[in-house]
């Protein structure tokens, strides 16, 4: 049986705040969404028109709030400023894999592994078993974080086409 996810309404870190958005984040879901250093390593469609990058943060903010529980998605905020955020990619049962985003302009401070860290606590208090996230081999960073975050490699490797590439990804993950 899938386990439901149970957002809450705002989980408060050392420095961060992981919570729900609201209608005002939309200019800032729309850059996160389509900044090209972002969607190099974090997989969303390309997007042809500006209606279309507009239904997908509608669909975001909607995925993010607490009656929703079928979807893990919480903005990730900096003193107020929605720096990034963290969402599934899939739920079977009681295992997750998660995906996560920080602003490049934030990038190298600790905020991804300080978030991730975080929301595997939370998922490990819903009741979920193994958390998984995966990396294209050439985003480091990334596997930095699930290293820091007490994940370990599993023998799981694709190879994924996207945006005209192929690639390697590897994925880490963590059992309880």
């Not at 295992?95 to 939370?122: F, L």
């Not at 005209?164 to 990804?169: A, F, I, N, P, Q």
Request: net charge negative.
């Amino acid at each position: 049986m899938r386990l439901a996810i149970k957002k809450k309404e705002f989980i408060q870190t050392e420095r961060l705040t992981l919570k729900p958005y609201s209608q005002a984040d939309t200019e800032r879901l729309t850059y996160l969404i389509t900044n090209q250093e972002i969607t190099r390593y974090f997989m969303v469609p390309d997007f042809e028109t500006t209606d279309q990058i507009a239904a997908a943060v509608e669909k975001i903010i909607a995925f993010s709030q607490t009656d929703d529980t079928r979807h893990l998605e919480y903005g990730i905020y900096l003193n107020e400023i929605l720096i990034g955020f963290i969402n599934d990619c899939g739920v079977e049962e009681d295992m997750i894999e998660i995906g996560y985003v920080i602003d490049p302009n934030y990038q190298g401070y600790g905020y991804a592994s300080e978030a991730v860290r975080t929301v595997i606590n939370e998922l490990k208090e819903m009741g979920f078993k193994k958390i998984t996230a995966g990396y294209f081999s050439e985003n480091t960073a990334s596997r930095k974080v699930m290293e820091k975050c007490g994940m370990k490699k599993s023998a799981l490797v694709e190879e994924e086409e996207y945006r005209g590439l192929l690639h390697k990804c590897f994925f880490y993950e963590i059992c309880f």
